[in-house]
């Protein structure tokens, strides 16, 4: 058990509608990672929060949109949703602010199908 | 359309023979690897890191070695066990764009 929490671990959902998915970080992280794992892509990167602000941008799309809250839990929402965004949705979190020098733990995942 | 699922690399070894898991990273420039194993169904796990100023560590049962001439990353496990079949992958930062590169993985079977 990393200390990552994800919400909820499975979803399935229609095309055009939106989901929001939650992650709680490690005791102690700052910052939250989301990470999009599907069949034909493997893991790519969506975008880092530190310590409730935007820290670094990867390959999301304009229909997905995250933040992270006070309390540093974060959300990813996911909005017209299409049968390709279909995939393993990961969290990960770490001390600070650095992804390329801190170890990064990952959640369990949420499994979002889109039908 | 058709979909077409990642062709990992495989990897079938005995129980109790060594492993071992190569790993070709893209960046001179990266300078902290992390290997991490993912179980089906599982998020991704911390297995070990290195930083470049290093060759070689050691954890538990793993070593994990960075030739950085040929930018060429492997994971050794020893004496390997059932509960060690999974997706290995290694993941890469070019300390540049501030975020980690994965490899698309390879994958473990042990066979009892």
């Known amino acids: 058990d990393s200390g990552v929490t994800q919400t909820p671990k499975h979803l399935i959902t229609a095309t055009g509608q939106r989901v929001t998915l939650r992650c709680s970080p490690r005791?102690?992280?700052?910052?939250v990672y989301w990470y999009q794992q599907s069949l034909d892509q493997g893991l790519q990167f969506l975008i880092q929060?530190?310590?409730?602000?935007?820290?670094a941008k990867g390959n999301i799309l304009e229909r997905f949109s995250a933040q992270q809250f006070p309390d540093l839990h974060s959300e990813l929402n996911l909005s017209s949703l299409e049968l390709g965004d279909s995939a393993l949705y990961f969290c990960?979190?770490?001390?600070?602010?650095?992804?390329?020098?801190?170890?990064?733990?990952f959640g369990p995942g949420t499994r979002l199908l889109v039908l | 359309g058709e979909s077409v699922g990642l062709h990992l690399p495989t990897l079938s070894v005995q129980e109790g023979d060594n492993s071992i898991i190569n790993c070709a990273y893209s960046n001179s420039a990266s300078d902290y690897f992390i290997w991490y194993k993912q179980e089906s169904g599982k998020g991704p796990q911390f297995i070990i890191d290195i930083r470049s100023n290093m060759d070689k560590r050691q954890g538990q049962r793993v070593t994990v070695l960075l030739n950085k001439t040929v930018k060429h990353l492997s994971l050794q496990i020893a004496a390997t066990q059932p509960g060690d079949s999974a997706v290995y992958f290694c993941a890469e930062n070019a300390n540049t764009g501030n975020q980690f590169y994965f490899g698309t993985g390879t994958s473990l079977t042990v066979i009892p």
């Open positions: 929060y530190y310590n409730g602000e935007e820290r």
């Open positions: 005791s102690g992280d700052l910052s």
């Open positions: 990960a979190s770490s001390v600070g602010g650095l992804a390329g020098e801190e170890t990064q733990y």
